[in-house]
């Protein structure tokens, strides 16, 4: 399998725990898959001191085959839409695109894929435990659902998904707020499969005045709002126990 490792964003602040994270999720995959992979990394920092302990990190993993990183002052979509090395993620057949506070506890890529495939998901998402909606995982076990919501932690994708997952962001939406509940009003089929997990390690950082203001502004560009998505979709719209099915 082609694997590339997607990290939409690291940096300061906890940039020591965060680059901590990122060994442990790529020894992590690398034991999962068994096979060598790639990495993009979406820096937002532009001192030499986090360039380096990114590269040093990354250098040391042998089991890394390619390295890009690409270094942008900015926040979340403002980095990674411009990330002169997203050209290459056609080479690939899947694409984990996970935040940088996000640590892999249990996950089986292979399984989940498929899965994906099985149910003809153009995204799928492990639990997330610590996530921003909390009922959106109060599920467990061998549960998959499909959703009109989705929270943006660890998305799996094939390169075509993933570029049409990118075209849902504007590099104004910065913080990504919002981009959460388009997922059913676009008729784009994901879903979360509880028996797997990754843990949010991190409080958000994000200015949330802003990021709701940038929200705001961004669901009205396609004449939505947050209320009206609350109002029109539940989170799941079907729920499947496998174990009765496989």
């Known amino acids: 399998m082609n694997f590339l490792y997607y990290l939409s964003c690291i940096g300061n602040p906890n940039i020591f725990t965060k680059i901590y ?7 992590y995959i690398f034991n999962n898959i068994q096979c060598h992979f790639d990495i993009i990394v979406n820096l937002y920092e532009t001192d030499k001191e986090s360039y380096n302990l990114i590269e ?18 900015g926040i979340l979509s403002e980095v990674f839409l411009s990330n002169k090395y997203n ?7 899947y694409i984990l695109f996970i935040l940088d506070d996000i640590e892999i506890e249990n996950l089986d890529i292979n399984e989940i894929i498929r899965v994906k495939k099985k ?4 995204i799928i998402s492990p639990k997330v435990i610590n996530s921003t909606h909390q009922q959106w995982n109060s599920l467990c076990g061998n549960i998959l659902t499909i959703n009109n919501f989705l929270e943006v932690y660890c998305l799996l994708m094939n390169p075509y998904e993933c570029i049409k997952f990118f075209s849902l962001h504007t590099i104004k939406n910065k913080w990504m707020w919002g981009a959460d509940l388009i997922f059913g009003h676009f008729n784009i089929k994901v879903g979360s499969y509880y028996k797997y997990t ?6 958000s950082n994000s200015n949330k005045i802003d ?3 940038c929200m705001n502004e961004y669901l009205d560009k396609y004449s939505l709002s947050q209320e009206c998505l609350w109002n029109k979709y539940n989170y799941s719209k079907e729920t499947i126990n496998l174990d009765k099915l496989e």
């Open 211 to 213: 990021a709701r203001i």
């Open 21 to 27: 994270i990122l060994r442990r999720n790529l020894i």
């Open 198 to 203: 990754v843990i949010h390690r991190l409080n």
């Open 87 to 93: 050209k290459y993620i056609f080479k690939y057949d």
């Open 56 to 73: 040093t990190l990354l250098s040391k993993l042998k089991f890394i085959n390619n390295k890009f990183i690409y270094v942008k002052k």
């Open 119 to 122: 149910y003809n998901l153009e």
